[in-house]
């Protein structure tokens, strides 16, 4: 962490401690990733100095960082930064014609899904990085380290995980081939582009389709990952029985990463109000186990775990009730208020402060 006055700020820097204004509510979180509006909004409130990351979003190192700081940047989040840049050259050279070179991409997926499959918390927090401009290369590397994750909870073996992972990374490639006008379109996508951006999985498919290093369920997987158990579902409309179970648990990884990070169309959601989402939303769509296992491992609550509202008040969990594990009694730290979130509904958990 590098605290730093407001003019050395630069887009693309990482919050690393809330910026608090005269409320509770801070006026920018923790995890958020520096852009021009911001660095407007720093100057209204006249805030002089922030806490940042060593690293900026971009996986670069930020200016004038002493030795010590630069050896803290070398944590997990410093190599899935690493990672993401790896994986926008990747993008950009499918966008080329170039193939797939697997070798590469496991060499570096791989030793950092090994990193990161122990840090639940550095799991959790995987959205704050996730930026319009490239919120396509960390989707694809988060949704992998998700699905991995997810899987190794679901009792898969190391070989599967691994499999698994490289199948969220590799899930999206074929949006390589899908016109680069609509990638950066900044308005909402027409029926036409829409359709065509439903058949990315089938380009996908074929981008891994000869890959040996890839078994079969992998490669059905890429093709599969937007089907859903009701055959709502594309690009071919299966219901639960024909999608493969890689399919599932890397479709729960890719929600879950959607809905909490920052998108053109679409505000984040907080982890907990994404999984309430989950459950009520795409109950019948997505697989129950594999939802399970996000809530109860990475999302997981327990009591005596201090949390901050959607209020801004800090709170700290008493009772976690079974059926909505998202919606626990807690007690306000400030007054010793007792609220169940499953009554006050308008008030919902945004982060975990501590487990």
Same mark, same amino acid.
């Given at each position: 962490?590098v605290?730093?006055?407001?003019?050395?700020?630069?887009?693309?820097? $990482?919050?690393?401690?809330?910026? &608090?204004?005269?409320?509770?509510?801070?006026?920018?979180?923790?995890? +958020?990733?520096? +852009?021009?509006?911001?660095l &407007?909004?720093?100057?209204?409130? &006249?805030?002089?100095?922030?806490?940042?990351?060593? @690293?900026?979003?971009?996986?670069e190192?930020?200016?004038? $960082?002493?030795?010590?700081?630069?050896?803290?940047a070398?944590?997990?989040?410093?190599?899935?930064?690493?990672?993401?840049?790896?994986?926008?050259?990747?993008?950009?050279?499918?966008?080329?014609?170039?193939?797939?070179?697997?070798?590469?991409?496991?060499?570096?997926i791989?030793?950092?899904?090994?990193?990161?499959?122990?840090?639940?918390?550095?799991?959790?927090?995987?959205?704050h990085?996730?930026?319009?401009?490239?919120?396509? !290369?960390?989707?694809?590397?988060? $949704?992998g380290? @998700?699905? *991995?994750?997810?899987?190794?909870q679901?009792?898969?073996?190391?070989?599967?995980? !691994?499999?698994?992972?490289l199948? *969220?990374?590799?899930?999206?490639?074929?949006?390589?081939? /899908?016109?680069?006008?609509?990638? +950066?379109?900044?308005s909402?996508?027409?029926?036409?582009?829409?359709?065509?951006?439903?058949?990315?999985?089938?380009?996908?498919?074929?981008?891994?389709?000869?890959?040996?290093? @890839?078994n079969?369920?992998?490669?059905?997987?890429?093709l599969?990952?937007?089907?859903?158990?009701d055959?709502?579902?594309?690009?071919?409309?299966?219901?639960?029985?024909?999608?493969?179970?890689?399919?599932?648990?890397v479709?729960?990884a890719?929600?879950?990463?959607?809905m +909490?990070?920052?998108r &053109?169309?679409?505000?984040?959601?907080?982890?907990?109000?994404?999984?309430?989402?989950?459950?009520?939303?795409?109950?019948?769509?997505?697989?129950?186990?594999?939802?399970?296992?996000?809530?109860n491992?990475?999302?997981?609550l327990?009591?005596?775990?201090?949390?901050?509202?959607?209020?801004g008040?800090?709170?700290? /969990?008493?009772?976690?009730?079974?059926?909505?594990?998202?919606?626990?009694?807690?007690?306000?730290?400030?007054?010793?208020? @007792?609220?169940?979130?499953?009554?006050?509904?308008?008030?919902?958990?945004?982060?975990?402060?501590?487990?």
């Amino acid at each position: 962490m590098v605290r730093v006055k407001r003019s050395q700020l630069r887009e693309g820097c $990482v919050l690393a401690e809330d910026v &608090l204004g005269k409320t509770k509510r801070p006026i920018i979180p923790k995890n +958020t990733v520096i +852009t021009k509006p911001l660095l &407007l909004v720093l100057e209204k409130f &006249l805030v002089e100095e922030v806490d940042v990351e060593p @690293l900026l979003a971009n996986g670069e190192l930020f200016p004038n $960082v002493d030795s010590a700081s630069t050896a803290a940047a070398k944590q997990p989040m410093a190599f899935y930064l690493e990672a993401v840049q790896r994986y926008k050259t990747w993008f950009q050279s499918w966008q080329a014609g170039l193939p797939i070179d697997i070798g590469e991409i496991r060499g570096v997926i791989i030793p950092l899904f090994e990193r990161m499959a122990v840090q639940k918390r550095e799991l959790l927090m995987l959205h704050h990085y996730a930026t319009n401009d490239e919120y396509l !290369h960390h989707h694809a590397v988060s $949704v992998g380290l @998700l699905a *991995g994750f997810l899987a190794m909870q679901l009792g898969y073996s190391e070989g599967e995980c !691994h499999q698994i992972a490289l199948v *969220g990374v590799l899930a999206d490639c074929g949006m390589a081939k /899908v016109s680069k006008r609509i990638l +950066t379109s900044p308005s909402a996508l027409t029926e036409a582009e829409f359709n065509e951006v439903k058949q990315h999985p089938v380009f996908s498919y074929r981008m891994v389709q000869k890959i040996p290093a @890839l078994n079969h369920g992998a490669k059905l997987a890429v093709l599969q990952h937007h089907e859903r158990n009701d055959g709502s579902g594309y690009p071919l409309g299966v219901k639960a029985e024909r999608i493969h179970p890689y399919s599932q648990i890397v479709a729960v990884a890719d929600v879950y990463h959607a809905m +909490t990070s920052e998108r &053109l169309y679409r505000r984040k959601q907080s982890p907990f109000r994404a999984i309430e989402a989950m459950q009520r939303e795409q109950f019948g769509k997505l697989s129950t186990e594999a939802v399970a296992a996000l809530v109860n491992n990475l999302i997981g609550l327990q009591t005596g775990a201090v949390v901050k509202l959607s209020n801004g008040e800090m709170a700290e /969990v008493m009772f976690i009730p079974s059926d909505e594990p998202a919606r626990p009694i807690v007690k306000i730290i400030e007054t010793g208020q @007792l609220l169940s979130l499953s009554v006050q509904r308008d008030i919902y958990i945004e982060e975990m402060v501590q487990g």
